[in-house]
T-cell receptor, first 112, second 116 residues
Framework: EAQVTQNPRYLITVTGKKLTVTCSQN?????MSWYRQDPGLGLRQIYY???????DKGDVPEGYKVSRKEKRNFPLILESPSPNQTSLYFC???????????FGQGTRLTVV | AQSVSQHNHHVILSEAASLELGCNYS??????LFWYVQYPGQHLQLLLK??????LVKGIKGFEAEFIKSKFSFNLRKPSVQWSDTAEYFC??????????????FGTGTLLAVQP
């Protein structure tokens, strides 16, 4: 089954403790991206990747890092999480840059 | 700056009523247009998309949308809603700039509640 898999689904952490949210897709898609969803703000793009070793900032990249060492994986790294990064995070992939994104199930992160 | 506006933040309808959700975008270049649905506690799922051709596109679950280029709009419609359509709906616009760079911009969403 074609899908985007994120882990973990739920995470509660403390301020400053580094964490990684993994994202993996099994569709051989070149384009992957990360979004955060906050009430009243919709989804905002954090980072995106057009292919292996090619990444770029989205609209809200501050406090986040990404890497794309393999085509299927696109982890999101929070080096020093802060409470304002409490949010619902979605990873997405698409075959082509302008195509419809397939979204993962989401990761609900709480930073206390 | 590019933006996507969804004017209806909350919509409440009775079953069998007709639905129209507005979506306008601000960008003069090439766009691809999408509507996504998010059922409670779930991820976003693609309802329909427009790339080119017939401006009236049909999606899953009986939804359709019409692209009106002159109005920069891509409104979502359904002739008769069901209780199971209760969800949040997001309009999204992919803008292409700089030759190779694409960016997907979301609206803030419309929460639809369908009363049985």
């Amino acid at each position: 089954e074609a899908q985007v898999t994120q882990n973990p689904r739920y995470l509660i952490t403390v301020t400053g403790k580094k964490l990684t949210v993994t994202c993996s897709q099994n569709m051989n898609h070149e384009y992957m991206s990360w979004y955060r969803q906050d009430p009243g703000l919709g989804l905002r793009q954090i980072y995106y990747s057009m292919n292996v070793e090619v990444t770029d900032k989205g609209d809200v990249p501050e406090g986040y890092k990404v890497s794309r060492k393999e085509k299927r994986n696109f982890p999101l790294i929070l080096e020093s999480p802060s409470p304002n990064q409490t949010s619902l995070y979605f990873c997405a992939s698409s075959l082509i840059q302008g195509g419809g994104r397939i979204f993962g199930q989401g990761t609900r992160l709480t930073v206390v | 700056a590019q933006s996507v506006s969804q004017h209806n933040h909350h919509v409440i309808l009775s079953e069998a009523a007709s639905l129209e959700l507005g979506c306008n975008y601000s960008y003069g270049g090439t766009v691809n247009l999408f509507w996504y649905v998010q059922y409670p506690g779930q991820h976003l799922q693609l309802l329909l998309k427009y790339f080119s051709g017939d401006p009236l596109v049909k999606g899953i679950k009986g939804f359709e949308a019409e692209f009106i280029k002159s109005k920069f709009s891509f409104n979502l419609r359904k002739p008769s809603v069901q209780w199971s359509d209760t969800a949040e709906y997001f309009c999204a616009v992919n803008v292409r700039y700089g030759g190779a760079t694409n960016k997907l911009i979301f609206g803030t969403g419309t929460l639809l509640a369908v009363q049985p």
